[in-house]
């Protein structure tokens, strides 16, 4: 995502969810390659933030996941 629109949606959403909340959920996407980010809501704030990440493993059984970042 490029960095100017990330700053303009917390700065339009800064009412709603906090530039902390904003970076976990965007860090939760950028950690995953293939699976989904879930966020949970009660009484309009984010209480949870889920990852579920899928790993692709090919026909020779070894999996499709990419070295860790450090």
């Not at 293939?34 to 990440?53: A, L, M, P």
Request: glycine share 8%; charged share 35%.
């Amino acid at each position: 995502m490029n960095t100017d629109v990330e700053v303009k949606l917390v700065k339009e959403n800064t009412k709603r969810v906090s530039v902390d909340v904003a970076q976990e959920i965007l860090r939760a996407v950028d950690g995953i390659e293939y699976g989904s980010v879930e966020i949970v809501i009660h009484d309009g704030k984010v209480v949870q933030i889920e990852c579920r990440e899928k790993i692709r493993v090919n026909q020779s059984g070894s999996s499709g996941r990419k070295a860790s970042k450090a």
